[in-house]
């Protein structure tokens, strides 16, 4: 034992006497240590905290119970009694502190992972975009020369590239607007005025003006709505929503095909759903179908017939970042012979 009154070299060379021995004892505690944070390397964090709190306290106590020959006097007693207050202390502390920085380090990696997502999303819509933009400006370009060179000279020729020039301008200013709708949503510059609204009118409205496009495709539309409910939102955006999932089922079902659209009540959410005929969607692409600029494997150039349709892939994007503005949520899912769409939106207050 050390002896507080003996000068600094006989503490000092007791001390490197006493060091041999305390390393023998404690070096099996850390080598087991070590083997055990080895073997939970793949646990939680909580479970490595504890092991890293645990080793060098035993390790202590092994060192004093080992030089002191297991002599229980006064003092060993003491210090057996510390080490095991010590314990009960930090356990529970690194206890939390492990769940914490577990929690930390799973929202970060989370983040990162949204972020790159959504970086993979930006570069994709960029690409996508640059395509559906330059094709009708090549088409406008070539049109317009032909116009001014004379090249078409009949009354009939000049209006029909005229309407195809106005028609090609329409689906560009409804690209610039559903990317400037798309911009505001993903920015957080979105503002709603908000209302009780009639989710039955609303559908009534849109679906009033989606027929005539369907009735030129073959696509028969049916609606059922055997209640009304009101929700709290923002009449124009939710026409959007509802203009948007009506298009997009209009689009991918085949001539003489339904489109229906049901709304409903359920609990405290209003529902909309929309079903159509596409033939459903690919289990691999199921989970994609609200990401921007993602159309499956639908051919990126319109045909003619629904070139005041197709826009950049945004439509559904666009969809889901109102509904989710609106606190609501939206679902798709296969369905009988296509797929379904379902919005649910928490009912006003009466």
């Known amino acids: 034992m050390l002896d507080p009154n003996e000068s600094f070299s006989d503490m000092l060379s007791h001390a490197l006497d006493i060091l041999p021995v305390a390393l023998v004892l404690v070096l099996p505690v850390i080598a087991v240590g070590a083997a055990l944070l080895y073997w939970v390397r793949r646990g939680s964090l909580t479970t490595t905290m504890t092991v890293l709190v645990l080793v060098p306290i035993v390790a202590m106590l092994t060192g004093v119970l080992g030089v002191s020959g297991f002599m229980f006097n006064a003092t060993l007693t003491t210090m057996s009694l510390v080490c095991l207050l010590v314990l009960l202390v930090t356990l529970p502390v690194a206890l939390l502190l492990g769940n914490a920085i577990a929690r930390r380090s799973v929202w970060e990696r989370e983040a990162r992972e949204r972020e790159r997502a959504a970086e993979a999303s930006r570069r994709e819509l960029v690409a996508w975009i640059s395509h559906d933009l330059r094709t009708p400006l090549a088409g406008i370009r070539a ?44 920015a957080g510059a979105l503002r709603l005025t908000m209302s009780q609204v009639a989710l039955r009118e609303v559908v009534s409205d849109v679906l009033s003006a989606q027929v005539p496009v369907a009735q030129r495709k073959r696509v028969r539309v049916l609606a059922d709505a055997p209640t009304a409910p009101i929700v709290l939102g923002s009449n124009p955006e939710l026409a959007r929503v509802v203009r948007n999932l009506v298009s ?26 929309v079903d159509d005929a596409c033939g459903g969607i690919p289990d691999a692409e199921l989970g994609r179908v609200f990401d921007v600029a993602f159309r499956g494997s639908a051919a990126r150039t319109p045909s003619q017939s629904d070139e005041e349709q197709v826009g950049g892939g945004l439509g559904l994007a666009i969809a889901k970042g109102l509904v989710e503005a609106h606190k609501g949520r939206i679902d798709a899912h296969n369905h009988g012979p296509g797929c379904r769409f379902e919005v649910r939106l928490p009912l006003a207050a009466v």
């Open 143 to 186: 049109m317009a020369e032909a116009l001014a060179d004379g090249v078409v000279s009949s009354p009939t020729e000049v209006s029909g590239y005229a309407n195809r020039i106005g028609g090609e301008t329409r689906r560009l200013s409804g690209m610039v607007d559903d990317l400037f709708e798309l911009s505001r949503i993903t």
């Open 248 to 273: 997009n089922a209009i689009r991918h079902t085949p001539p003489d095909g339904t489109v229906a659209v049901q709304i409903g009540v359920d609990g405290g959410d209003a529902v909309l759903a």
